[in-house]
């Protein structure tokens, strides 16, 4: 058996929010028809894959973007809570308005003290902990053969950060994390690699949705800072 294992980071398709509301964690929110045109993409691009074992987020969005894939390769999906999306205490909140939201409600403001932790939500170590627990049974569920994890944004690339010994504290824009991507980690034996990235469905996401540029490779743990 090789030694040589790819743990994929997938985020989930785009979903269902008229209404403009950061849903975090609750249930409810369903891919929309361009979200589940993104999932079936995924499932054609990734299901010739040497793909062994999937685990996904308990959020319905999460296990409707790993369905077409998991169906293409026989797989029953592991629902992992740990890669759940992060907490947040703007749950709820309609942010549609922008930086008007803050103004009708300026007691969100005391929230946003400290973005080295976040003072908004789960704090960035929390998040990588469970997160690289997931990474890590997955990885050994699939020695020598690829896995794929279904999470969310924030965790992904904070997860990313980590793997890149990079620093936490980030603007929210330039998460290079958009709809459906997949974030790689490229292992050798229990020995993180490299890093890479790529946009499966890059071309289904409407302009002014992506968080950063295109980018097709990554970088080595060691190569960073």
Not at 50 to 68: C, G, K
Not at 98 to 121: C, D, E, I, M
Not at 140 to 160: C, K
Not at 201 to 222: C, H, M, Q, T, Y
């Amino acid at each position: 058996m090789s030694d040589r294992t790819i743990v994929h980071l997938l985020r989930h398709g785009e979903v269902h929010n008229p209404e403009g509301v950061l849903y975090g964690r609750r249930d409810g929110f369903h891919l929309s028809d361009l979200g589940n045109q993104m999932a079936q993409r995924i499932g054609e691009m990734l299901g010739g894959r040497d793909i062994v074992h999937i685990r996904s987020s308990p959020l319905e969005r999460a296990q409707e973007t790993a369905a077409p894939l998991a169906a293409a390769r026989g797989l029953t999906p592991v629902i992992d809570p740990r890669v759940i999306e992060s907490s947040n205490r703007f749950e709820g909140v309609n942010f549609a308005a922008g930086v008007l939201t803050f103004a009708k409600r300026p007691s969100l403001l005391r929230h946003l003290y400290n973005p080295f932790t976040p003072s908004w939500g789960e704090p960035y170590e929390e998040i990588v902990s469970r997160m690289m627990a997931a990474v890590e049974d997955a990885r050994d569920a699939a020695r020598g053969h690829e896995a794929v994890v279904v999470s969310h944004q924030l965790p992904i690339w904070t997860t990313r950060l980590f793997a890149e010994k990079r620093r936490y504290l980030h603007h929210p824009k330039n998460r290079q994390c958009t709809l459906c991507s997949v974030t790689s980690l490229h292992f050798e034996g229990d020995k993180l690699r490299q890093v890479a990235y790529s946009e499966p469905a890059g071309d289904l996401i409407p302009v002014g949705d992506r968080s950063a540029p295109f980018s097709a490779g990554g970088a080595k743990p060691e190569d960073r800072p």
